[in-house]
């Protein structure tokens, strides 16, 4: 091989090197744009998720509001009647379907105030379903959030509730009897009243 054609190889050999490189640098660069890029991309994808939850709870505000005009405030909670009378799964599944739950008084004025409620917006004579049972054992009463009931106002001078064993794992609110509470069959039907929690 004469030294033109060494030359020539040198410079071809040469030109391949210098052409890998590149594109190994260019790679680097990219990998390193990707990586930017990748992480810009999760950047606004949180972003947009925050931005869709925050969405979310004014919604969700502002459609408590609704509620709340239409039914009664209390501090931190607000009432909405159902005269329609359903067994108390029915009640509690509705509720919860509308973005809250059973009444249940925490207090006594609580108590008052939501008998109060009823008894203006129901009737004198009706008996409210409140979100409590010992359906999972007999005689321990539980919020529907599986906590122990702290506050009661069971009906205790003429009938000593809850008075009705096994086939009593529901409690009502009556009206009639001033606000005390008496065990129920879950499966009979009755008013309620729906309490979503405010700021």
Known sequence: ???????LMFCLLL????RAQQQTSSKRRNGKKDSANSAAIEELKRRIDDIVQELNLVKENQALQ???LRGTKIPGK???ADPVKKTFH???DDCIAKGGSLATPLTGDENDQLHSYVRQSIGPEAHIWLGINDLVTEGQWLDQSGSNVRFKNWETEITLQPDGGRSHNCAILSIPANGKWFDESCRAEKASVCEFNIV
């Open 1 to 7: 091989m004469d030294v033109r054609g060494v030359c």
């Open 15 to 18: 030109l391949a090197h210098c």
């Open 66 to 68: 609704t509620v709340c």
């Open 78 to 80: 607000c009432f909405l």
């Open 90 to 92: 029915a009640a509690s």
